[in-house]
C-alpha cells in the first residue's frame, strides 16, 4: 500500500505539474509558436535525452556530504523550455528522470529520482513562464534568477521535511548518522536544520546559478538557429497550404 501511495503521489504530481505548466503556457505565456507535432515532440525528446546523460555526470562537492553530488542535468531542460515553452520543459524534466533510469536505474527507490523531477521543475517552470510572458534578455535573465530562489527553497524545505527522513527510513540509517556525514565535511553541521542551511541551501544555489549563467551563454548563440529552422519550416508549411 505504501508502494503504490508513491506511485499514486508521482502520477497526481507529475500530472498537476503539466496541468499547471499548460494554464500558465495558454493564460500567461505571449510568445506561443505554431510548432507541428512531430518537431515539438521530437526536440523535446531530443533535450530531454541530452539531460538525462548528464544527470549521470555527477561532481561532488567540498562542503556538502558525499550522497549530495551536483549535477548539470537542468541545462537543456531550461534551454528546452525557453524554446518550446513551459510544458515541454516540464515533459523534458520527466522523460530525463526515465531516461536516467534506462541508463542507471535507481539508487534510491526512485525518492530520489522524483524529487529531482519535482525540485527541478520548480526551477524550469517559473523560469520559464516568466521568460516567455515577455520574452527578452531581462526577462530570462530575471526569469532564471527567480527560478533559482524558488529552487533553493523548496529544495532545501523538501530535503528538510521529505528528502533526509524518507532516506533514513530507506536505509536503515539513524538521521544522527546522516546529519555526522555533514558534521564530517563541516563542522558546523549539527542537526537536520543546519544540514541543510549549511550544506541544501548552498548546493541548490549553486545549481540554479550555474545552470542560469551558462544557459544564458549558450542560449543566445542556440537560439538564432532554432528559429531560423522554424522559420523555413513554417514556410514550407505555407507554402504546402497554398
Known sequence: MENLGFVLVCIASIAGLVILAWLF???????????????YISYTAMFACMAGVLMLIEIPLFFAP?????????????????YLGPVAGVAAEALKVLVKLVLKGTTTAFVGDFANFVVGCSFVLPASVIYHAKPGKKSALLGMAIGTIILTCFGSFLNAVYMIPKFSQLFGLPIDAIVAMGSAVNGAINSVSTLVLFAVVPFN??????????????????????????????????????
Not at 27 to 36: G, I, L, N, R, T
Not at 71 to 82: G, N
Not at 222 to 241: F, G
Open 205 to 242: 544555489l549553486l545549481k540554479g546559478t550555474l545552470v542560469s549563467f551558462v544557459t544564458f551563454l549558450l542560449y543566445k548563440r542556440i537560439s538564432p538557429i532554432l528559429h531560423k529552422n522554424d522559420a523555413r519550416k513554417l514556410q514550407k508549411k505555407i507554402t504546402k497550404e497554398l
Open 66 to 82: 558525499g550522497f549530495y553530488k551536483l549535477d548539470l542535468s537542468e541545462l537543456p531542460v531550461l534551454i528546452c523550455t525557453f
Open 25 to 39: 503556457e495558454k493564460f500567461v505565456c505571449k510568445d506561443s509558436k505554431p510548432f507541428s507535432s512531430t518537431h
